[in-house]
T-cell receptor, first 116, second 111 residues
């Protein structure tokens, strides 16, 4: 089945630094990928839609300059958390739709970001 | 846009009992309803889904029912086992549009 790989799985960074998270579709091409943020014991909050070859579409309230998204190829999208602060600590998950309309969305394994 | 409500937020059952999680949606145009299981610290995984042209779907101990008129759908797990303990999310979408997720239900199955 469709596989989405996400790296790193865990990252600890200092406040003020930037962190890049990668999301790759391993056996299919994904023109569109999605980035979610999940707080403990809460649901998945869509942050942005990543479109290959064009600008990402951000959800209301998500800072574009803070969460930079690049989708340079059909198999790779990256999320960069710039100038990270402790409140950015969270679980970030990407997903991609693989193929047919009703095939469902496959999720990456998630990245636990801790900003100290 | 679509709004998905999910209840209960927490469900505690004894091993062997049945568990039912209910969701309602607001957009009558939604026609695809997946359910995801997420274990602690892991990715959500699709466990079952249903399209609007059917009312019920079963896969071993898991079943999903859909009432389009009332705009609600439910997940039924029979003969629960400790490994069923996880957070379950319902979702609703229209065709290929990205799904809207419910808030999740934490299912705890006591041995």
């Amino acid at each position: 089945g469709a596989v989405v790989s996400q790296h790193p799985s865990r990252v600890i960074c200092k406040s003020g630094t930037s962190v890049k998270i990668e999301c790759r579709s391993l056996d299919f091409q994904a023109t569109t990928m999605f980035w979610y943020r999940q707080f403990p014991k809460q649901s998945l909050m869509l942050m942005a839609t990543s479109n290959e070859g064009s600008k990402a579409t951000y959800e209301q309230g998500v800072e574009k300059d803070k969460f930079l998204i690049n989708h340079a190829s059909l198999t790779l999208s990256t999320l960069t958390v710039t100038s990270a602060h402790p409140e950015d600590s969270s679980f970030y998950i990407c997903s991609a739709r693989s193929g047919e309309v009703y095939y469902g969305y496959t999720f990456g394994s998630g990245t636990r970001l801790t900003v100290v | 846009g679509e709004n998905v409500e999910q209840h209960p937020s927490t469900l505690s059952v004894q091993e062997g009992d049945s568990a039912v999680i209910k969701c309602t949606y607001s957009d009558s145009a939604s026609n695809y309803f997946p359910w995801y299981k997420q274990e602690l610290g892991k990715r959500p995984q699709l466990i079952i889904d249903i399209r609007s042209n059917v009312g019920e779907k079963k896969d071993q101990r898991i079943a999903v029912t859909l009432n389009k008129t009332a705009k609600h759908f439910s997940l039924h797990i029979t003969e629960t086992q400790p490994e069923d303990s996880a957070v379950y999310f319902c979702a609703a979408s229209m065709g290929s549009y990205i799904p809207t997720f419910g808030r999740g239900t934490s299912l705890i199955v006591h041995p």
